[in-house]
């Protein structure tokens, strides 16, 4: 029932009275006594309610508050009666009761007896009294409407109440909830009182001369949770009463699916609750039909004339009476705000939001750059729920036993991310299906096919639009198409992204404006002007949450299920092995071969490559075998070596049956896989790998050449490793001659085998020529490659170890501890090679005496 209504019913409830008392003849028989006390604290009772009893006190809607005038008793101002016949009309089951059956009604009594003696308090502290009184009886029903009627001085006691209220913090809001005042004989005119009184009716003026209206399209939403800092931010700016001097706009933004809908949902059912003179109006901006729908019901409300004629333009009728402040203060949610073109340029439905100091605008958007456009400061950003939040929102009408795995439901969330509408789809299709969050996470974790079916499952929602699917999956590609529409290179992007890693995508990664990419092959006259499509297209992604920025301005992230759904995408449009073959070259292209020098990036590339290999393993194609061997190198290079192996073998099992065995990928694959054998210690299938490449390279590439003098110089370090040293320093002198004709004496291939010449030399004991040559080597390798190059730390650490077996222990010490340092420092402190530094540290130390410090390096 709204506020007119009840000020319509008091108001008949006291012609009623008079008409009672004309048709019976009463007379008014004042009765002066004390009033009534407490019996447990004896003190003057201040408030007693009436009406309803309190078995009945659940249906209460709203409350009402009498209070008598001047030299009046709480108990008997609003009685009537004669010898036969009593009316109490504030109580009596046929007056105001009848009349309003869902209203608390109840009295305030206050010291007014002032003809017999001076008050003990002043009229504003009366008003005060009532003020504090109320707050501590409305404990839990604060956002509980109040009507107040006020009986001649009463009317004042009411009125300092309220400007009291409005004054003080913690009591603001009663005079929001207050809905009507009904003033029985108040002397306000003519008084000095009439300035207060008028203050107090501009108090109240929307309440008593405005309309309300509430035009929601859904519910409220029961099962919301969380969003607690979202909601203060919104509620302390949407209310138009927080800027009065312009009509605030504000907009939430954030990835479809993060739950923006249902934040404004909510803001707008406590705006009703918590500002209730201030009407509510929800506007969806999907398409221009439902907002010209929606447009036209606030018009029906207003009673705008002329909305059924035929040429009538409602958009523009119903603007004209927003923006009249006549008709009182209002919220306007203008929700899913995305659609650029529907926005600015077709329909343009922004030129139709109104503008009015008594109102407010809303919108919820997916799009950063509609929001700007739209002349918003500042927008606030909606993210995923926190972890408690969206286990609330998982269990939502689930049984105990389906969630009671909580590491299992903890790892369903961090798969969702904490998504709200990707969490309550999943709680939609478990409440459906009894499953358990332990099976839906194995059916998430079985595919990318499965995870995608699942998030393309309908399911009930009241709170989004019934004519638009609801799967996640549907929600994100509306957005694509807008990108595919308004930005074809940011659509493209996203296809290229989809198949990386989640974490840490090199910009650099991506093709160019100009790329093969983009169809059209537009050439440009300036590659700032190609960068600049670039940069607005990676804009467009941020904008709608489809990418996310990193601390470094040169990567960026990808939304999980984002890049899960746009994938899910491809495969059903058949671009999966275009897109797939594209991303491939495109990383094989920019895919360093992994060195001392670009070891950061390779790494990052390492990082993209893992998440390609599961797509490029179904292709036979040459730049999946360059960019699966290359990460294999970079693992290798990582000390990563189980996973470089496996990496290794398929590439080499895709090269053999691809390309052949004598292919050059093929030979390179058998190489890369016999090495990192040797790194785990397998030299018997190293030293057979080798053997076959060796012999396939020498007859199909040629004696000298380099790949055929790295497979020379890797079988011989594998024969040196098992202990055949004279077949493996016969092999290193035969490639470092060869090396030394065919590249130069300061080549890094030739100084490498130069080093490992030396190590067989030194394994027989040869230590004089051993240290000859690793001296030499250490010398050019510093000189060529740098000082912490990490083989330039190999040639020190093996020159140390020749010292070591000469005995030349101090020497060998302070080589050592140089290696270490810097070895440390470059590779890390886990590093394979690291730890071998510290080993052999420990060794030369050992055998000067020094055992503490071994004891120590060795632990």
């Not at 035009?215 to 203060?232: D, H, Y």
């Not at 929001?371 to 286990?391: F, G, H, S, Y």
């Not at 130069?744 to 394994?763: C, F, I, K, W």
Request: include cysteine; hydrophobic fraction near 35%; charge should be negative.
């Amino acid at each position: 029932m709204d506020f007119v209504t009840i000020t319509k019913l008091l108001l008949l409830a006291c012609v009623s009275y008079l008409w009672f008392r004309y048709k019976n003849n009463l007379q008014i028989k004042p009765i002066y006594g004390s009033q009534q006390t407490d019996s447990a604290t004896g003190k003057s009772r201040k408030r007693k309610v009436l009406y309803p009893g309190p078995d009945d006190l659940t249906k209460v809607k709203i409350d009402i508050v009498a209070v008598h005038g001047l030299g009046s008793n709480v108990d008997w101002t609003w009685i009537w009666k004669d010898r036969t016949k009593h009316v109490h009309w504030l109580r009596d089951p046929d007056m105001l009761p009848a009349a309003l059956p869902n209203a608390r009604i109840m009295v305030y009594s206050y010291e007014s007896r002032w003809h017999t003696k001076a008050p003990k308090t002043r009229l504003e502290l009366c008003g005060e009294e009532l003020m504090e009184d109320l707050h501590n009886f409305r404990t839990k029903t604060r956002d509980r409407p109040v009507v107040f009627i006020g009986h001649s001085l009463g009317g004042l006691v009411v009125l300092h109440c309220l400007l009291f209220a409005d004054r003080i913090e913690r009591f603001k809001y009663l005079p929001a909830r207050t809905v009507g005042f009904l003033a029985l004989g108040t002397p306000f005119r003519g008084t000095k009182m009439q300035t207060l009184a008028e203050k107090a009716a501009w108090l109240m003026a929307p309440a008593v001369t405005q309309d309300r209206h509430f035009l929601v399209p859904f519910g409220r939403n029961e099962n919301f949770v969380g969003r607690n800092s979202i909601l203060e931010q919104l509620l302390s700016r949407i209310p138009p009463s927080a800027k009065k001097d312009d009509c605030q706009r504000t907009a939430v933004e954030g990835l479809g699916g993060v739950g923006k809908t249902q934040v404004a949902l909510e803001a707008a059912y406590r705006i009703r609750d918590q500002h209730p003179a201030c009407s509510v109006f929800w506007v969806p901006a999907v398409d221009s039909i439902s907002f010209e729908k929606a447009y036209r019901e606030i018009g029906k409300a207003f009673g705008v004339q002329g909305l059924d004629d035929d040429m009538a333009n409602v958009k523009s009728l119903v603007k004209a009476a927003l923006s009249c402040e006549s008709i009182g203060s209002w919220l306007l949610i203008v929700d899913n705000a995305d659609d650029l073109k529907l926005l600015f340029t077709d329909t343009a439905l922004a030129d139709y939001l109104p503008f009015s100091r008594k109102g407010s605008i809303l919108f919820t958007t997916r799009n950063h750059e509609a929001a700007v456009r739209l002349d918003i400061r500042p927008i606030i950003t909606l993210k995923e729920m926190n972890n408690a939040e969206a286990t609330e929102l998982l269990r939502t009408g689930l049984k105990e036993n389906q969630t009671n795995d909580t590491e299992s439901t903890a790892r369903l969330l961090e798969f969702l991310a904490n998504l709200p509408l990707a969490v309550k789809q999943a709680s939609a299709y478990m409440a459906k299906t009894g499953i358990s969050t332990t099976k839906y996470l194995r059916y998430c974790q079985t595919s990318n096919k499965t995870m995608a079916k699942l998030l393309s499952q309908d399911f009930e929602d009241r709170g989004r639009y019934r004519d638009i699917n609801n799967p996640i999956t549907t929600t994100w590609l509306i957005s694509f198409n807008h990108i595919s529409r308004d930005m074809p290179l940011a659509a493209q992007y996203l296809k290229f992204i989809c198949f990386l890693a989640e974490k840490d995508i090199p910009i650099s990664l991506l093709p160019s404006g100009k790329d093969k990419l983009q169809k059209d092959e537009e050439e440009e006259d300036e590659e700032k002007e190609d960068e600049l499509k670039k940069d607005e297209a990676i804009g467009i992604l941020k904008g709608y949450a489809f990418i996310l920025g990193r601390d470094s301005p040169d990567s960026f992230d990808i939304h999980r299920l984002v890049r899960l759904a746009m994938r899910n995408w491809l495969q059903g449009k058949g671009e999966w092995q275009e897109w797939t073959g594209y991303v491939i070259q495109r990383l094989a292209d920019k895919y360093p071969f992994p060195e001392h020098e670009n070891r950061t990036e390779a790494e990052q590339m390492h990082r993209q490559a893992l998440e390609l290999r599961e797509a490029v393993l179904g292709q036979e194609h040459p730049f999946t075998f360059d960019s699966m061997n290359n990460l294999a190198n970079v693992l290798d290079s990582q000390g990563k070596y189980e996973e470089a192996e496996q990496m290794h073998r398929q590439a080499l099992e895709l090269t053999e049956a691809v390309l052949g065995q004598e292919h050059p990928s093929t030979l390179n694959s058998m190489n890369n896989l016999a090495l990192v054998f040797r790194s785990q210690g397998k030299y018997e299938e190293a030293e057979q790998m080798h053997r076959q490449a060796l012999k396939l390279k020498e007859v199909v590439l040629g004696r000298e050449h380099p790949s055929t003098l790295n497979s020379m110089n890797n079988l011989a370090n594998v024969l040196d490793s098992k202990g055949k040293y004279e077949e493996a320093e016969q092999m290193h002198r035969q490639a470092l001659k060869l090396r030394e004709a065919v590249l130069g004496r300061e080549h890094p291939s030739t100084l490498d085998s130069m080093n490992n010449l030396a190590n067989v030399l030194g394994s027989q004991g040869k230590y004089e020529e051993a240290e000859q040559m690793h001296r030499q080597a250490l010398e050019l390798t510093e000189a060529v490659l740098g000082r912490e190059h990490p083989s330039t730390l190999d040639s020190k650490n093996n020159l140390a170890n020749v010292l070591d077996s000469q005995g030349k222990y101090e020497e060998a010490e302070q080589m050592h501890r140089q290696a270490l340092e810097l070895t440390e420092a470059v590779l890390g402190r886990e590093h394979p090679s690291t730890l071998n530094s510290m080993n052999n540290l420990a060794n030369v130390l050992g055998n000067q005496g020094k055992y503490a410090e071994a004891e120590q390096l060795f632990r």
